[in-house]
């Protein structure tokens, strides 16, 4: 069956899903997450994409990013292609990284927006790579450090979320901290329609 074309132009908002194949791990080490968020961060900078909300797992990753001045396709070949080379020669690895093409869907940003920011920033909590809201405030591989000011990332688009927050940073920061803990309930899977539709969209799609 063939590809479908990938939805993609300026300004559009996307939730972007990588796995590795046949589950193998992304991440062995703290040098691979640094490299890929890195690589991220490059993009970023470039503005090719603004990055609102990401986390990594052992063996998959979620973005949450806008495209900017280049085509979505080549950002993410550029990103992943770049990232596996790199992973292959630091683990003495040969052979493909990524399980098929990445998956990405648009997101109606005025609904989904922030709830898709607090879901791809619990998602270590949900893996339990963490344990609590406190840990997750330090977690150096997800954009909610960078959200609540703990770890600096000059490049992720954290004004534009906080400002839904409030006008102050510091009042901003807690209304956010606060956002994020009232969905906690919803690791369990309990959660509003939104998480229940990402998640089982997410696992099905592999």
Known sequence: MPRQPRLDAPGV?????????????????????ADFVFRLADLAEQGALTVYAWALLSNHAHLLVRTGSRPLPRSMRSHLTGYAGAFNRRHHRVGHL???RYKSIVV?????????VRYLHLNPLRAKAVRTLRALDRYPWTGHSALVGTVA???QATQIILAQFGRTAGRARRAYRAFVAAGIPQVSGSGPYVI????WLWFSSF
């Open 108 to 116: 109606e940003e005025d609904t989904y927006l922030l709830e898709l």
């Open 13 to 33: 908002l996307h939730h972007i899903m990588v796995r590795g194949i046949e589950r193998t791990q992304l991440f062995r080490a703290d040098a691979d997450r």
């Open 153 to 155: 990332r000059p490049w």
């Open 196 to 199: 229940r539709f990402v998640s």
């Open 98 to 100: 990524f399980q098929n």
